[in-house]
């Protein structure tokens, strides 16, 4: 579905990424894991448009997306849960979600993804009405979540959605992590918290400062000496 | 002898609002100051007296002037600020500093230093209410901004094109994750914007029947005032700090009877406000 080849993308001025070639097969939870700074974030702005891929190719459904412009990325079906979750802070949580569907013309799909929104998130309901900022950090990283969903993408990019919150909302947000990919959403997800990532994740990458060191499957990497070492705490 | 003042206040502060909405909504998606938008405020004013010279009809001359100011405030921004966004802020600052400067003196070299007559008649008669008479031309001001501003406000609030434009103002990446075309959205809002301050020029040049090169400079700064005043980028803050400036100014200096310079209570009035709210009066810290 997503195939990297030889990709660097910069930082503004910095080279944050160098060769770097990966795949993300339909259906598939892929993580990226590494230390912070290793470059993880800026390959999902690479793959968004939202930073400059200089060279190599990137791949979508079979068509080059390397030079394409973000908006047209989210046509495709690609979105990002971003880190920090930047929501549209004035809105309303019903008006995020709104736009988040935003490029969708069939209003009765999209009413009937709001209300899946709602179910799979009963507290956005009941804050439906109330402005994005009010929420506390695990609400509105649900929020984001859901604003991702509202797009019915093909691929959801998710860059560090656990940074920030308080255990109970992390093991909350990974649950909802593993549903979506029961119902066969393809995810790229970045995380600092390896432990849990290669819990839910089908294949992982290690990320080491710009480059790909190993990959494998999430159990495989799981009990991999070096990852264990490195980052999963010996 | 107040609600006389008080019609007159309304009328200048409306036509305030109308020039400052372009400024405000342009810093909204780009964090710049649009100096130059008083240019094209004046550039309305001499379009609308062109077309109106040769088809004498005052809602003819308003039209295309909206129309054309709207395309030079797609120029401007294509062919000034675009190439200019990635360097630091001060760069499009400058360079919309020079461009208001240099359309003064295209203006002048153009239609001559004088001060032209806009002797318009809109055909639409002026009202009495007891005391209070409103003019013909105060008539005029309120029918046009209250129109703009009403389709301004169904535009924002009630279209999904307005949903996206808000959400462009408050994260451009991230709307245009959401499949929005930001540069498609940054041209409208110069698009509405200058269309707003070409429709002020053409209504000031009526309203005080005269048109002159250098009529934008006063706006250029007094909407400056005005936007910081109503918050940043807030929209209704602009319009609110827009009539607030009018009224202040008509009430005071029309009731009060000293010899105060009108166009300096602008920013007495923004300094006021500013030292309790910091923000403006509808802007977000």
Known sequence: ?234 | MIWQQFANGLAIGSVYALIALGLTMVYGVLRILHIAHAGVYALGAYVGLLVFRFIPNFWLALAITMVASSFAGIILQRYLYAPLLALPRIVPLIASIGLFIAMEEIFRLIAGPYILAFPADPGLGGIEWGIVRITNNQFLVFLVTVSLLATLWFVMSKTKLGLAMKATSQDLEIASVMGINTERIIATNFLIGSALAGAAGVLVGVYFNSVYPTMGSIPAYKALAIIVLGGLGSIPGTVLGGLLIGLGETLLLGLINIPFPRDALAFIIMIIILMFRPYGLLGKE
């Not at chain 1, 736009?99 to 009937?112: H, I, K, P, Q």
């Not at chain 1, 919150?165 to 909350?172: A, D, G, R, S, W």
């Open chain 1, 1 to 234: 579905m997503l195939s990297v080849e030889k990709v660097d993308v910069f930082y503004g001025e910095f080279q944050a990424v160098r060769e770097i070639s990966f795949q993300v097969q339909g259906g598939e939870l892929v993580t990226i894991i590494g230390a912070n700074g290793a470059g993880k974030s800026t390959i999902l702005k690479g793959l968004m448009g939202l930073e400059s891929c200089e060279r190599g190719k990137i791949t979508f459904q079979e068509q080059d997306i390397t030079h394409m412009p973000t908006y047209q990325r989210a046509r495709l079906g690609i979105t990002l849960v971003p880190e920090g979750r930047r929501l549209f802070q004035d809105f309303t949580v019903e008006q995020n979600l709104v736009a988040g569907g935003y490029t969708r013309t069939d209003a009765s799909a999209v009413e009937r993804d709001l209300q899946r929104t709602y179910d799979l998130f009963p507290i956005l309901k009941e804050r439906g009405h109330q402005v994005a900022k009010t929420l506390s950090g695990g609400e509105q990283q649900m929020l984001a979540i859901g604003r991702a969903l509202m797009a019915s993408p093909r691929l959801i990019l998710m860059d560090e959605i656990s940074l920030g919150l308080m255990p109970k909302y992390v093991n909350e947000v990974f649950n909802t992590i593993e549903s979506l990919h029961r119902e066969g959403v393809t995810i790229l997800l970045v995380e600092q918290n390896a432990r849990k990532a290669l819990a839910v994740a089908d294949r992982g990458y290690v990320l080491e400062t710009g480059r790909i060191l190993i990959e494998n499957e999430a159990r495989g990497l799981a009990s991999d000496p070096r990852v264990k070492k490195a980052y999963l705490g010996g």
